[in-house]
């Protein structure tokens, strides 16, 4: 067990809804990530937040949003969905900067149709 | 397109065996991670190595880094049937997040 939670584990959804997905990081670590897993693209980078602020911006659409509450949980809002978004959502946790390991939530399957 | 690539593809192999697979990147680096990914589950990380580093080991994981040639390798030793998986490099080249390649599909045949 990682010890970062996320929910749901599965969700599925018609194309144009918004969805929110919740992740828990492991209790001390401050950085929250979220990757976009799927078929055909891969592990994608999509944002970093640390202790509550904005680190880093990967290929994030415009359509997503994400923050980091005080708590440090953290959600990613999914909004206009497409087919195309169908994919694993993955949250991982770290204590401090990159040079840490990630550690990762089982994900959340989004399915949209 | 990502930043490291893992070779092979996928890898199928007798329990007993070794299993090496390799990661090539393309830019400076300040570390390489090795990941592990059972079915539909989170990645697990195994071994992180340092720029300035040339070799790690974990239990049955050996990992090595050329930084000269831009790349990495796993050898896992003595596999077995629960060490099928994929597995991942992953690259931190700015410090502020990690760059993972597409995988080795791993499979131990008992």
């Known amino acids: 067990d990682s010890g970062v939670t996320q929910t749901p584990k599965h969700l599925i959804t018609a194309t144009g809804q918004r969805v929110t997905l919740r992740c828990s990081p492991r209790?001390?670590?401050?950085?929250v990530y979220w990757y976009q897993q799927s078929l055909d693209q891969g592990l994608q980078f999509l944002i970093q937040?640390?202790?509550?602020?904005?680190?880093a911006k990967g290929n994030i659409l415009e359509r997503f949003s994400a923050q980091q509450f005080p708590d440090l949980h953290s959600e990613l809002n999914l909004s206009s969905l497409e087919l195309g978004d169908s994919a694993l959502y993955f949250c991982a946790s770290s204590v401090d900067r990159v040079l840490s390991p990630l550690h990762f939530g089982n994900g959340t399957r989004l399915t949209v149709t | 397109s990502q930043q490291g690539e893992e070779d092979p593809q996928a890898l199928s192999i007798q329990e007993g065996e070794n299993a090496t697979m390799n990661c090539s990147y393309k830019?400076?680096?300040?570390?390489l991670q090795w990941y592990r990914q059972n079915s539909g589950r989170g990645l697990v990380h195994l071994i992180l190595i340092r720029s300035n580093e040339r070799e790690k080991h974990s239990g049955r994981l050996r990992v090595t880094l050329d930084t000269s040639k831009k790349s990495s390798s796993l050898l896992i030793t003595a596999s077995r049937a629960a060490d099928t998986a994929s597995y991942f490099c992953?690259?931190?080249?700015?410090?502020?997040?990690?760059?993972f390649g597409e995988g080795t599909q791993l499979t131990v045949n008992p």
């Open positions: 830019t400076s680096i300040n570390n």
């Open positions: 992953a690259t931190d080249t700015s410090g502020s997040r990690l760059t």
């Open positions: 937040y640390y202790n509550g602020e904005e680190r």
């Open positions: 209790s001390g670590d401050l950085s």
